[in-house]
């Protein structure tokens, strides 16, 4: 799976995928150190172990690179950076029940917009799965060459 980039100087208008999210009862926030043992079990259950270790390393960070998305007390999806490496967006995931509503968007944005506030002028999404969705919701590219990435 390639690597894309982001232009995170030039991102689109985020608003419109955190409204789609409340319009549908999701909060979505930072998540709190109180956070920890619920995202990793979540992770677990719904996507893997591996995904589960890498977002477990966010909460040793301040503030805690990951944001979560939650519909009243139960956490429905995440989105992590600085992770792995640098500058990297991921892992992130939403319960699959729960997709197609806006709420991977915005998970996305709120991850990039701190990026941004770190200083960076762009962003990589390491590993990707579904590339449409990346470009067509924040302009993201594939990285030519990327395919074995970091991950091997």
Same mark, same amino acid.
């Given at each position: 799976?390639?690597?894309? *980039?982001?232009?995170l &100087? ?8 955190d ?7 999701? +909060?979505? =926030? /930072?998540?709190?150190?109180?956070? =920890?043992?619920?995202?990793r ?5 719904? @996507?893997?172990? /591996? ?5 477990? *390393?966010?909460f ?5 690179? *990951? @944001? ?6 139960? +956490?429905?999806?995440?989105?992590? &950076? ?9 892992? +992130?995931g939403? =319960? ?5 509503? %806006?709420?991977?968007a915005? *998970?996305?944005f709120?991850c990039l ?6 200083? &960076? ?5 390491? %590993?990707? %799965?579904?590339a ?8 993201? @590219? ?11």
């Open positions: 799976m390639p690597d894309m *980039l982001v232009r &100087y030039d991102l689109p208008d985020a608003a419109p995928y409204r789609r999210a409340e319009e549908v009862g999701i +909060t979505v =926030r /930072r998540a709190q150190p109180w956070d =920890r043992s619920a995202v079990a979540f992770i677990e259950e719904h @996507f893997s172990k /591996r995904w589960a270790d890498e977002a477990e *390393l966010t040793a960070r301040q503030p805690i690179s *990951l @944001f979560v998305a939650a519909a009243g007390e139960e +956490t429905i999806g995440f989105a992590a &950076y600085e992770v792995s490496t640098r500058d990297y967006f991921g892992p +992130t939403v =319960r699959e029940d729960w997709r197609g509503r %806006g709420i991977g915005a *998970l996305l709120r917009a701190a990026m941004r506030e770190l200083g &960076y002028a762009y962003a990589v999404i390491g %590993g990707v %799965g579904p449409e969705f990346y470009e067509k919701v924040c302009g993201a @590219f594939v990285i030519p060459g990327s395919e074995t990435g970091i991950y091997g």
